[in-house]
């Protein structure tokens, strides 16, 4: 599991970077939050794995396959897990919505929930009112299964069948010798 903070110095550096209290963020979600209120255009994201849902931010990269006690990137090996939660209705790992300005998806492995609502989908990433300016590359990103449908309606009744044809004549049976076939 992954070390970081949620409080007032959360992602304004890694670790003894900058200042000995500085430290990362515990969330992908928090970290873009941070980056989005100090103008930051990149989140750097450490091996680990995040059990949330991330919704991007238009104009800032999110950026994974970082080793959290060096920070080196190794995009190739990359273990920066984000694991969607389980709930009802429709399950996004990754939400890009309205992204029309350059923001880049990279490196990470994306695991989205079973859905388990009726007609409900799963998607490893959801992206909707976005261009070709949104970036995803360098990624595994596995969908969940999806809910189950609902029963159709009844079928019509069918139509009547025809009128049976005349009966085979009666046979008798004691009048039959052992060894012969009718």
Same mark, same amino acid.
């Given at each position: 599991?992954?070390?970081?903070?949620?409080?007032?110095?959360?992602?304004?550096?890694?670790?003894?970077?900058?200042?000995?209290?500085?430290?990362?963020?515990?969330?992908?979600?928090?970290?873009?939050?941070?980056?989005?209120?100090?103008?930051?255009?990149?989140?750097?994201?450490?091996?680990?794995?995040?059990?949330?849902?991330?919704?991007?931010?238009?104009?800032?990269?999110?950026?994974?396959?970082?080793?959290?006690?060096?920070?080196?990137?190794?995009?190739?090996?990359?273990?920066?897990?984000?694991?969607?939660?389980?709930?009802? !209705?429709?399950?996004? &790992?990754?939400? *890009?919505?309205? +992204?029309?300005?350059?923001?880049?998806? /990279? $490196?990470?492995?994306?695991?989205?929930?079973?859905?388990?609502?009726?007609?409900?989908?799963?998607?490893?990433?959801?992206?909707?009112?976005?261009?070709?300016?949104?970036?995803?590359?360098?990624?595994?990103?596995?969908?969940?299964?999806?809910?189950?449908?609902?029963?159709?309606?009844?079928?019509?009744?069918?139509?009547? !069948?025809?009128?049976? &044809?005349?009966? *085979?004549?009666? +046979?008798?049976?004691?009048?039959?010798? /052992? $060894?012969?076939?009718?």
């Amino acid at each position: 599991s992954h070390l970081g903070i949620t409080g007032a110095n959360c992602g304004l550096g890694p670790k003894d970077t900058v200042s000995p209290e500085n430290e990362p963020c515990r969330t992908i979600s928090a970290g873009l939050a941070r980056a989005n209120t100090e103008g930051r255009t990149e989140v750097h994201v450490a091996d680990s794995e995040y059990a949330e849902r991330v919704e991007l931010t238009e104009g800032i990269h999110l950026l994974g396959g970082y080793r959290p006690d060096t920070w080196e990137r190794h995009l190739e090996s990359t273990a920066t897990i984000i694991r969607a939660p389980q709930g009802p !209705g429709h399950r996004r &790992g990754v939400i *890009a919505e309205g +992204i029309t300005e350059e923001t880049i998806f /990279e $490196g990470f492995t994306v695991y989205a929930a079973n859905a388990t609502s009726f007609s409900a989908n799963s998607y490893g990433v959801y992206v909707l009112a976005s261009n070709n300016q949104l970036i995803i590359r360098d990624n595994n990103i596995i969908a969940g299964m999806g809910g189950p449908g609902r029963d159709g309606a009844d079928g019509q009744s069918g139509q009547n !069948g025809r009128i049976g &044809g005349g009966g *085979a004549s009666t +046979i008798n049976i004691a009048s039959c010798v /052992e $060894g012969s076939f009718l």
